[in-house]
């Protein structure tokens, strides 16, 4: 990574490979999530200090409910445990917190908790982490075209006037730049439905690494990576980000 250099305003992340780590070292897939969590708080906290405007972090899908039942209520558990215990030191760090996904199906606890983070960290300006819970890339095009077509309905929206804006205003992610980079763990080469719309430029950068080792100079080599790129969307020539 060269701090001089380009870097990305938005780094979005799926974080996979926990169990795998957990299975080949003999372990539970529970104690790969707990071991996953401490590279959760390096990479916020290296996020932050490098100047990111916003880092999305996966933590929950759509899908996973249809995971065993502990280990749902596990990670369910450590999210709401971790969050309280970390608030105060985002919070100190500037750090806005906030939430990405469906609030349908989410336990009311962990939504209290969320909400409460959210709104004690609101008017922070450094670091925006959004974390992406419940969260679904079918599932935020469907509720952003169910508001838009209410507005039609109501009247207070014409449909010649829905363009790509409105249509990111309607996505979870209202008010974010779209990533510039996505980064995938564990070696899986594909994107689990995961902010669908936001990612169509991003440049995408997959490591072998299962996330329980994906260290803070994992991220910068990532970030290198990045800036050694060419960002065209679509034109000849470098429009911005990457190369330089
Ligand atoms: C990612 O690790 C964490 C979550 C999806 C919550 P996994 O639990 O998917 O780990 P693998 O892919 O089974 O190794
Ligand atoms: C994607 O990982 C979701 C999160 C990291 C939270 P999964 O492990 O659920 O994805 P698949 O099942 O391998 O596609
Ligand atoms: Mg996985």
Redesign the pocket.
Known sequence: MDSKRDMPRHIAI????N?RWAKERGLLRTQGHLEGVKRVDEIVEASSKMGLKALTL????T??WTRPEDEVSMLMQTLVTVLEQKLRKLHDNGVRFRVCGSRDGAPKFVLHTFDKAAEYTKDNTGLTLNI?FN?GGRQEILDAVRGIAQEVKAGSLEPSAINENVFSDHLYTKGLPDPDLLIRT?G?L?I???LLWQLSYAEFYFTEKY?PDFTPAELEKAIGDYQRRERRFGSIRTVSGGGA
């Open positions: 799926i974080m996979d490979g169990g996966y933590t929950f899908s899908e996973n992406a969260y564990s899986e594909r689990s439905n995961f996330w």
